[in-house]
């Protein structure tokens, strides 16, 4: 590591831990709610388990145990003390951009390892999570470290790590693992042979197994980490606007020509029976209204494609400032997009990994809803192809000037 890269590392990781301890200060919605959102329901979870020892899921059976316990962890240290979970998620985060960095730095060179760091440091959503208690906090490096070690850990051992990783990923977003089976085919192409792929595949089962005798045991039912069924009618019904609709247990669904409201619709008292009621009004409600959904699946994506959600603020100036942040990120979006492309000229095995893992959270976000915090765990693989992008461009710049002063 050169000197400038040490500075930097240095100037980063200050940054991560300032804003880690500012962040409700900083965030505006933190600042009217330190316990926004799912953070409430974490911190409540986190805070039974620390104390009493008791594991409560509070929102059905879709929450991943991974950050739960990680945070029931610093509590039973502390006490309850939600800003030293921020300061964890600081150093969660920087251990991202270390992995992201060394991604960087393998596929390319250092000169653009930096600009990675720089740009993944200063990344509005890759930042702002810190604040937030999300599970995304710890998603965010299991996924930079899984690809890394699918990318350059050989062996036995590299197959063993990596699929523990991804097991861990699973257990903290559990719709990541059906990508281990993806990760299985690549590591197939890539290997020609079949060791290293049933190691992975093995490493992955071995580590989810554990938690998923657990809480199928508990509830009488196979149940691989979390269900969807709940989530997936919550995101996919007349009401939907491409997100999670706060106030959905209080609609009056219409499906098969009989309208009730939600609550009514999902009447099991067994939460994986209501969870199962729930998939199949979902199923029901996409066959009865495709043009409907498809019009659904637009408004998703657009969702992801804004830099802060779709908004139509009365105040201009503020409106003017969210269509600009709109088109940078757009800018950001169209280099990533590009850069990873160019890359598989060089790297095509790892660019194909990194489109696969992208692909996967892109599918789910059309399965289930739209926006920047769906969208977070690819962001780090976003910023590598922007940087590569930005370095080659500069780089091809800096050539035809010097060619031409000659």
Same mark, same amino acid.
């Given at each position: 590591m050169s000197r400038a890269a040490l500075w930097l590392w240095l100037i980063v990781i200050?940054?991560? %831990?300032?804003? =880690? %301890?500012?962040?409700?200060?900083?965030?505006?919605?933190?600042?009217?709610?330190?316990l926004h959102g799912d953070a409430v329901i974490h911190d409540s979870m986190a805070q039974r388990l620390a104390f009493t020892g008791e594991y409560r899921l509070e929102k059905g059976l879709m929450t991943a145990p991974a950050y739960i316990f990680l945070m029931a962890g610093v509590y039973a240290l502390v006490g309850h003390a939600p800003d030293a979970v921020r300061v964890l998620n600081a150093l969660l985060g920087l251990v991202a951009l270390w992995g992201l960095w060394l991604l960087t730095r393998r596929l390319t060179d250092e000169r653009t390892a930096n600009l990675t760091l720089i740009l993944g440091a200063l990344h509005p959503h890759l930042l702002m999570i810190t604040g937030w208690l999300y599970t995304e906090n710890l998603a965010l490096p299991l996924a930079v470290w899984a690809i890394y070690g699918l &990318?350059?850990?050989?062996?036995?051992?590299?197959?063993?790590? &990596?699929?523990?990783?991804?097991?861990? !990923?699973?257990? #903290?977003?559990? @719709?990541?693992?059906?990508? =281990?089976?993806?990760?299985? *085919?690549?590591? *197939?192409w890539r290997a020609r042979c079949w060791k290293p792929p049933a190691l992975l595949l093995l490493a992955t089962v071995l580590t989810v197994a554990p938690y998923v005798a657990y809480i199928s045991a508990r509830y009488g039912a196979f149940i691989p980490i979390g269900l969807g069924?709940?989530?997936?009618?919550?995101?996919?019904?007349?009401?939907?606007?491409?997100?999670f609709d706060p106030l959905f247990l209080e609609r009056n669904l219409t499906i098969g020509g009989e309208t009730k409201s939600t609550r009514q619709w999902l009447d099991a008292d067994d939460p994986v029976a209501r969870d199962r009621q729930a998939m199949r009004l979902a199923f029901q409600w996409i066959r009865e209204n495709p043009i409907a959904w498809l019009r659904l699946l637009g408004r998703k994506i657009a969702l992801t494609l804004s830099a802060?959600?779709?908004? @139509?603020?009365?105040?201009?100036?503020?409106? =003017?400032? !969210?269509?600009?942040?709109?088109?940078v990120y757009w800018l950001f979006l169209a280099a990533a997009g590009y850069g990873l492309w160019r890359l598989r000229r060089s790297e095509k095995l790892v660019a194909?990994?990194?489109?696969?893992?992208?692909?996967? #959270? !892109?599918?789910?976000?059309?399965?289930?809803?739209?926006? &920047?915090?769906? !969208?977070?765990?690819?962001?780090?693989? %976003?910023?590598?192809? =922007?940087? #590569?992008l930005i370095a080659a461009s500069v780089s091809t710049r800096s050539n035809q000037c010097y060619n031409s002063s000659r």
């Open positions: 200050a940054l991560r %831990l300032a804003y =880690a %301890l500012l962040a409700t200060q900083v965030d505006p919605l933190l600042r009217a709610n330190p &990318s350059f850990w050989q062996g036995v051992g590299g197959a063993a790590a &990596s699929g523990a990783l991804l097991g861990l !990923l699973a257990l #903290t977003r559990a @719709n990541y693992l059906p990508f =281990a089976l993806l990760a299985v *085919v690549w590591l *197939v069924g709940y989530v997936l009618l919550w995101a996919n019904n007349e009401y939907a606007d491409g997100g802060f959600g779709l908004q @139509n603020p009365e105040n201009r100036a503020i409106a =003017a400032a !969210l269509r600009l942040a709109d088109g194909v990994l990194i489109g696969l893992f992208i692909g996967w #959270t !892109l599918f789910t976000i059309l399965l289930y809803a739209g926006g &920047s915090r769906p !969208l977070l765990p690819a962001q780090p693989f %976003l910023v590598l192809g =922007a940087a #590569t």
